[in-house]
């Protein structure tokens, strides 16, 4: 066995993509022609936040992640255009050999370990892990499968309640839209748990909540063993693989923010709902759209708390209440390790972008819809280390408390 699972770890590390000698660079254009020159970068620079060379904008800084063999001559360019820059990152594969390296110490393919929410979880796991806390909750945890998705993953949600009224409200928390910001399905995960153990089940009393760990499973199980770095679906379109799952939903599709060429990083995809992993939960929001009172999409980073629109910078109709939210929201996680987030319209507050989820889920009727970036703000992004797991899920808790209360009160008009 111990061979066994040696060499499963070795075909594991063999067969991943190295990020040796890569760096994260923050660059800080101070005008247009700055800005067109970071633009015009070579193509396999990896952009970080924004997400894409189309976010990227004068007097905002932005976190690119470049190749080893380019990185000399993309700091020339930089020097000759006199673009501010400062590394974030010295060496991206010491961070990320960091995070694949616990997963390594367990023993990930035989399971036997008892499941640790302060660690990174393979997809293999994580589904294991939603059939286990469901048989080990019988009354309390619900384990559904939304559908398949491109290569015939199982897309597993948890539906929690006790003490089950039918009137209660409904919550629909969503993880691991993007694959590689890892933060995010250990939320989800660390959340059910929280939820099960907290005294007398007081939330799921009040409120049923829907969770789904990880929506985007074939990317998420490609970040494990192929490209740590990998954000989008893996449906195979044109030359490239893979749809940005955060611009394929049927809210302003295929508009700003969004692109049409298949090897982009934000392909909006052939037409709207073309993923299933998209598909499978759009159909959830539609058919559940008069119960379910709120919708929080977990991403990372960056530390904002967003609501609609994204797709367009008209303002949604309750704009006033879902402000106000955000900033308890805001003040709810600085209260616990003083980490601040901002917040506000998604096309304003950090760009415009459409097809998104939380467009889709508001426009479908769900009047409370947010988007988190989680941590952190430009140390370690996507590297975010297993260390700061614990202190990111438990601020995030507190958020979600503020909404929780929100929902469940009855003076609450949804
Ligand atoms: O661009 C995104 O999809 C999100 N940021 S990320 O860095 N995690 O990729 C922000 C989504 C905001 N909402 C919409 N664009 N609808
Ligand atoms: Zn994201």
Not at 158 to 167: C, V
Not at 216 to 233: C, E, F, L, P
Request: hydrophobic share 35%; net charge negative; aromatic share 12%.
């Amino acid at each position: 066995m111990r061979s066994l699972i040696f060499l499963g770890i070795l075909s594991l590390a063999l067969a991943r993509k190295t990020f040796f000698g890569d760096q994260v660079l923050t660059v800080h254009p101070k005008n247009e022609a700055q800005v067109q020159a970071i633009k015009n970068l070579d193509t396999k620079v990896d952009f970080w936040s924004p997400d894409s060379p189309a976010g990227i904008s004068v007097g905002s800084s932005a976190d690119i992640r470049i190749p080893s063999e380019i990185l000399p001559a993309v700091k020339v360019a930089l020097r000759r255009q006199k673009i501010e820059f400062e590394v974030m990152i010295e060496d991206v594969e010491s961070l990320v050999g960091e995070q694949f390296k616990s997963a390594q110490g367990r023993g990930i393919l035989d399971g036997t370990t008892a499941y640790d929410y302060e660690k990174y979880h393979t997809y293999d796991e994580i589904n294991d892990w939603t059939n286990a806390i469901a048989a080990e909750n019988p009354t309390m945890v619900q384990r559904t499968v939304l559908g398949q998705s491109t290569e015939g993953r199982d897309i597993p949600m948890l539906t929690l309640s006790s003490g089950q009224s039918a009137s209660n409200p409904e919550i629909l928390v969503d993880c691991g839209i993007h694959a590689r910001e890892w933060v995010s399905p250990a939320f989800c995960q660390w959340f059910v748990r929280q939820l099960l153990d907290e005294p007398n089940n007081v939330r799921i009393s009040e409120a049923t909540y829907h969770i789904i760990p990880s929506i985007n499973v074939d990317g998420y199980a490609y970040t494990w063993t192929n490209d740590r770095m990998w954000r989008k679906t893996r449906s195979k379109n044109g030359l490239c693989y893979g749809v940005d799952p955060n611009r394929n939903w049927d809210a302003g599709f295929g508009g700003e923010g969004s692109s049409s060429s298949s090897c982009a990083e934000t392909y909006h995809g052939p037409y709207a709902e073309s993923e299933p992993e998209v598909k499978a939960v759009a159909d959830f929001m539609r058919a559940n759209k008069d119960n379910v009172k709120l919708y929080v999409t977990y991403h990372s980073y960056g530390q904002m708390i967003l609501y609609p629109y994204s797709y367009t910078y008209d303002l949604a109709a309750n704009t006033d209440e879902l402000d106000f939210y955000a900033v308890q929201g805001k003040n709810a996680i600085q209260s616990v390790h003083n980490k601040r987030y901002i917040y506000g319209p998604g096309a304003v507050t950090i760009y415009p972008a459409a097809g998104g989820s939380d467009d889709f889920a508001y426009d479908t009727g769900i009047k409370l819809s947010y988007t988190i970036e989680l941590r952190d703000k430009g140390v370690y992004g996507f590297t975010l280390p297993e260390s700061q797991i614990q202190a990111t899920c438990e601020e995030t808790d507190a958020f979600m408390q503020v909404m929780h209360n929100a929902v469940v009160s009855p003076t609450y008009q949804a």
